[in-house]
């Protein structure tokens, strides 16, 4: 085998062609090495194993990488369904012994969510979603399956108090049935602290309404009495009419929620507690908000009824007043809406520090008759308290027997049409209607 005059190759796949002169001299021409091709062959031949070899390690790995993402989720997805039904066996277990003590017929009364349709619900827990904070957690806006709209309450951090207060939450609001408190869809057991899927109450809180000062239609006398005659009377009904009592303990104008026809509803029964017939409640915490509670349950950490009254009477009071309970500008020293009320009381000029609309819609007698109930549920001693029954009944007097302003010669025109001070304005004269002690 002759070697190939190019690539000096003679392994036989060099093809040339050579030609001989006349002369017989060997003269090269066309060459062709035959080298090249071959070469080409080769490359062609190892570039395609390699590219073989590439997809079939990029597919190994590809492969590898699936499975380990498929094992990855498959373990996700059986450790978040065993922590379900973990907590749904722990706080399964909680609302069971709970509602065994209240009551054995609440048992597998309450109505189960899955953690799925409450996420689908509320688009994942949506920032967007949310309707307020609270201590305890947030509450998001959703939407059902089947076209409710609901409030899902989520808490935010976990220790066994949450947990409890939750389910006591529950456990209260399913015995619970008025008009004038927030109503109790449900709940999940499937999440480390419970959901609570509620009604949707769509006018904000009695808070906003009161202390909007941008409100085109700040609340009338008419909505204030009509709201305060609603609470008293859910508090009324919760403190007499349930099968054991229930004490609320936080009762304060954000948890009053509005609904679209200005109902007052009561919400956020998580600090509430049921009491037995003739015990009040002693806690080792006191429990409550600050500018609500009540003094004496703050010294003896014994709650009664009466605690709910005062946390009432201050509610009252912000009604009538349109201030906040606690300021630290308003008041002088006190720095409290009460303090400042039984100041104003006592030195007889109380309709001057009242909301100008108030002033402008209520007679004076009924304003009085309003700052008398006031001042006795916010009476030091508990026992001198009203109880909320007789503040239901008195308010609801004052509500019927309200004629709304634009049929009456209102105190706020007597005040201004008769150029009277209202800071020297004095009620000490007793109103005509009077419902005292
Ligand atoms: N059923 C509901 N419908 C509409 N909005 C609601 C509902 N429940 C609660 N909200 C809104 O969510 C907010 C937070 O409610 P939540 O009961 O958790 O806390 P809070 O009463 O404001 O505070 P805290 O728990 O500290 O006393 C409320 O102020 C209200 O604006």
Not at 322 to 333: A, D, K, M, Y
Request: with cysteine; glycine share 6%; hydrophobic share 40%.
């Amino acid at each position: 085998m002759e070697e190939c005059a190019r690539c000096e190759s003679n392994k036989g796949y060099c093809d040339y062609t050579r030609t001989y002169d006349v002369d017989g001299l060997a003269k090269e021409w066309n060459f062709t090495c035959g080298y090249d091709r071959h070469f080409n062959a080769t490359r062609f031949a190892v570039m395609t194993i390699s590219i073989y070899v590439a997809v079939s390690i990029f597919s190994f790995l590809g492969l590898v990488a699936i499975i380990c993402i498929s094992y990855k989720r498959i373990k996700k997805t059986i450790t978040k369904r065993r922590r379900k039904s973990v907590f749904k066996r722990i706080n399964g277990g909680l609302l069971l012994k709970q509602q065994k003590e209240v009551d054995p017929s609440l048992v597998d009364k309450t109505i189960l969510f899955t953690s799925h349709e409450l996420a689908k619900a509320t688009d994942n827990f949506n920032e967007n979603r949310i309707l307020g904070r609270g201590g305890q957690g947030t509450v998001y806006k959703g939407m059902l399956t089947d076209g409710r709209i609901v409030a899902v309450k989520k808490s935010k951090l976990v220790d066994e108090s949450q947990l409890e207060q939750f389910i006591n939450e529950v456990v209260i609001l399913s015995q619970v049935n008025h008009r004038n408190v927030v109503k109790l869809l449900g709940c999940c057991l499937e999440t480390e602290v419970p959901l609570l899927v509620s009604e949707f109450i769509p006018n904000g809180t009695l808070s906003d309404r009161i202390h909007d000062e941008n409100d085109e239609f700040p609340l009338s006398l008419s909505m204030r009495l009509q709201i305060a005659t609603e609470v008293a009377q859910a508090l009324a009904y919760l403190h007499s009419a349930t099968s054991i009592p229930i004490y609320h303990r936080d009762i304060k104008t954000t948890n009053i929620l509005l609904d679209d026809k200005y109902r007052a509803k009561i919400s956020d029964f998580g600090t509430s507690r049921f009491v037995s017939m003739d015990q009040t409640h002693l806690t080792t915490l006191v429990k409550g908000t600050f500018g609500y509670l009540d003094p004496e349950y703050f010294q003896s950490s014994q709650f009664t009824e009466k605690s709910d009254v005062y946390s009432f009477g201050v509610v009252m009071v912000e009604l009538l007043t349109g201030e906040r309970p606690i300021s630290l500008t308003r008041f002088g020293e006190n720095r409290s809406l009460v303090a400042h009320f039984m100041l104003a009381m006592e030195e007889g000029h109380v309709l001057s520090i009242f909301n100008a609309m108030v002033i402008k819609e209520g007679t004076r007698n009924e304003l009085m008759v309003l700052a008398n109930l006031a001042m006795r549920c916010l009476n030091q001693i508990g026992k001198n308290r009203p109880t909320m029954k007789e503040v239901a009944t008195t308010l609801e007097i004052i509500r019927t027997s309200h004629i709304p302003s634009t049929f009456q010669t209102n105190i706020g025109q007597v005040m201004h049409g008769d150029k009277i001070s209202m800071l020297t304005y004095n009620e000490s004269t007793s109103p005509s209607l009077t419902f005292t002690d």
